[in-house]
């Protein structure tokens, strides 16, 4: 899921910090000083979580490598 960053308009895959519903990238997140104020939980500022859950796979696709042993 592609964010846009709310202060530039950017495209963001991976926002630092929400306000609120709204992402914030990384370089403006740090020149607004965004990044120690959502550290302290101040407001509605949060900072993101990466997103590191497993993938499921799809049923529908098929193994590209369905002959080779998965170790």
């Known amino acids: 899921m592609m964010f846009r960053c709310c202060f530039c308009g950017r495209k ?12 914030v990238g990384s370089t403006c997140a740090k020149r607004a ?6 550290r302290k939980k101040t407001g509605v ?7 590191i859950g497993a ?14 042993e998965h170790a």
């Open 45 to 51: 500022l949060r900072l993101a979580k990466p997103n």
């Open 33 to 38: 000083g965004l990044l120690d104020r959502a």
């Open 12 to 23: 963001v895959s991976s926002p630092k910090v929400f306000i609120g519903v709204f992402a």
């Open 55 to 68: 993938r499921r796979a799809d049923p529908q696709t098929l193994d590209l490598f369905a002959e080779v």
